[in-house]
């Protein structure tokens, strides 16, 4: 296994703002992109925060990222709004979107906002828990630029990793916020297995033949750069575990984030998309306020209840108690803002080629050895 150092989170934040600040991002876009994706590493999602430079820069390189886009509002009503991306990063877009739902939402009860003309996002989570942080109810899904999942019973790739993101707020606790990729694991998480030389478990990625793939590497290079085989859904290839379900949920998180909003389906975009064009990606965000429902503090004290029994149910072992969805991610918040971020040795070198490629500085200075 590949060596890690932990870097703090204010460290990692400098570094990608240095990094965008040289692509040419505004000041003020490349500050809440950067709190983004820190916020992602932050919770243990090391699949979508600063490892993802390394496709922002390939993205870059190719003239497909509009580094400098800023993302605008082309048509809305009381309680929708579709929004065009500019063929920016994801990230601003996503953030000026949800923050529209949360305002629809305190307005008129339920805000849905469509983004078309986008790119990677991040972690769809981030922006779900938004809404729940104001006491509302984040929904969020998303396509991606990468085929890499293959339909039930078939062994071509048709569809990305579509994720679905759902928060809710609570009142003792911190919010239940559900944050899945409609594949069986996230295509970066791949990624995050071979920049580790890790193996991986068995039913994620299947080859051609419709085998499994475990060498980290050769499942990497089969996802990033062939055409056959591929992440399996929710659920694993076939019907008999629900694969069939996972399927059907990437469908519709292509639904609600491509074809709501007039974003691309991937295998016919890539039927003509030259190197330069961008991908196009669409995203989903609804806020859904519980007050138009019932009493606030009804609902806060019924999820806790929810939330406490879930807590209190006996567990296999005593050191793996029963979690609801959102504690991982809140538990690796608090260990990482006290002793930092793991980061590979080699994405630690692929950082410092990025950051000299642009003129920037390379900041990454371990604390320790992880």
Same mark, same amino acid.
């Given at each position: 296994?590949?060596?890690?150092?932990?870097?703090?989170?204010?460290?990692?934040?400098?570094?990608?703002?240095?990094?965008?600040?040289?692509?040419?991002?505004?000041?003020?876009?490349?500050?809440?992109?950067?709190?983004?994706?820190?916020?992602?590493?932050?919770?243990?999602?090391?699949?979508?925060?600063?490892?993802?430079?390394?496709?922002?820069?390939?993205?870059?390189?190719?003239?497909?990222?509009?580094?400098?886009?800023?993302?605008?509002?082309?048509?809305?009503?009381?309680?929708?709004?579709?929004?065009?991306?500019?063929?920016?990063?994801?990230?601003?877009?996503?953030?000026?979107?949800?923050?529209?739902?949360?305002?629809?939402?305190?307005?008129?009860?339920?805000?849905?906002?469509?983004?078309?003309?986008?790119?990677?996002?991040?972690?769809?989570?981030?922006?779900?828990?938004?809404?729940?942080?104001?006491?509302?109810?984040?929904?969020?899904?998303?396509?991606?630029?990468?085929?890499?999942?293959?339909?039930?019973?078939?062994?071509?790739?048709?569809?990305?990793?579509?994720?679905?993101?759902?928060?809710?707020?609570?009142?003792?606790?911190?919010?239940?916020?559900?944050?899945?990729?409609?594949?069986?694991?996230?295509?970066?998480?791949?990624?995050?297995?071979?920049?580790?030389?890790?193996?991986?478990?068995?039913?994620?990625?299947?080859?051609?033949?419709?085998?499994? !793939?475990?060498?980290? +590497?050769?499942?990497?290079?089969?996802?990033? #750069?062939? @055409?056959?085989?591929?992440?399996? =859904? $929710?659920?694993?290839?076939?019907?008999?575990?629900?694969?069939?379900?996972?399927?059907?949920?990437?469908?519709?998180?292509?639904?609600?984030?491509?074809?709501?909003?007039?974003?691309?389906?991937?295998?016919?975009?890539?039927?003509?998309?030259?190197?330069?064009?961008?991908?196009?990606?669409?995203?989903?965000?609804?806020?859904?306020?519980?007050?138009?429902?019932?009493?606030?503090?009804?609902?806060?004290?019924?999820?806790?209840?929810?939330?406490?029994?879930?807590?209190?149910?006996?567990?296999?072992?005593?050191?793996?108690? !029963?979690?609801?969805? +959102?504690?991982?991610?809140?538990?690796?918040? #608090?260990? @990482?803002?006290?002793?930092?971020? =793991? $980061?590979?040795?080699?994405?630690?070198?692929?950082?410092?080629?990025?950051?000299?490629?642009?003129?920037?500085?390379?900041?990454?200075?371990?604390?320790?050895?992880?």
């Amino acid at each position: 296994m590949i060596a890690s150092e932990t870097v703090s989170a204010e460290v990692i934040r400098a570094q990608i703002e240095a990094i965008l600040r040289a692509w040419g991002m505004s000041e003020e876009t490349l500050r809440r992109t950067a709190e983004v994706m820190v916020e992602t590493d932050l919770r243990g999602i090391d699949s979508h925060g600063i490892s993802m430079l390394t496709q922002y820069a390939q993205m870059q390189d190719a003239g497909q990222l509009r580094i400098r886009a800023e993302p605008r509002i082309v048509r809305q009503s009381a309680s929708t709004a579709l929004i065009d991306g500019g063929a920016g990063l994801g990230h601003p877009a996503a953030l000026m979107g949800m923050n529209l739902a949360i305002d629809k939402a305190l307005a008129h009860d339920v805000g849905v906002v469509s983004v078309f003309n986008s790119h990677h996002f991040g972690a769809a989570g981030y922006y779900a828990t938004m809404a729940a942080e104001r006491g509302l109810i984040g929904v969020v899904s998303s396509t991606t630029r990468v085929i890499s999942v293959v339909p039930t019973n078939g062994v071509e790739r048709v569809l990305g990793t579509n994720p679905i993101a759902i928060a809710a707020p609570a009142g003792r606790h911190r919010p239940v916020c559900l944050d899945i990729s409609t594949s069986v694991a996230a295509a970066n998480k791949v990624k995050v297995y071979a920049l580790q030389d890790k193996d991986l478990p068995a039913g994620w990625v299947m080859d051609r033949e419709g085998r499994n !793939v475990t060498d980290s +590497g050769q499942a990497f290079r089969q996802i990033f #750069e062939s @055409r056959e085989g591929g992440l399996t =859904p $929710i659920g694993g290839a076939g019907t008999e575990m629900g694969g069939h379900k996972g399927y059907g949920l990437g469908l519709i998180a292509q639904i609600l984030s491509g074809t709501l909003s007039g974003g691309s389906f991937s295998p016919i975009r890539n039927l003509t998309q030259k190197p330069s064009d961008p991908d196009n990606i669409g995203h989903f965000f609804m806020a859904l306020n519980p007050a138009a429902f019932r009493p606030l503090d009804d609902f806060w004290s019924d999820l806790d209840v929810a939330i406490d029994t879930l807590h209190a149910t006996r567990s296999v072992r005593d050191d793996e108690p !029963v979690l609801v969805p +959102g504690d991982p991610e809140w538990i690796s918040r #608090e260990e @990482r803002l006290a002793n930092g971020i =793991p $980061i590979p040795e080699t994405l630690m070198l692929k950082v410092r080629e990025i950051a000299e490629a642009a003129g920037a500085p390379f900041l990454l200075k371990p604390t320790r050895a992880a």
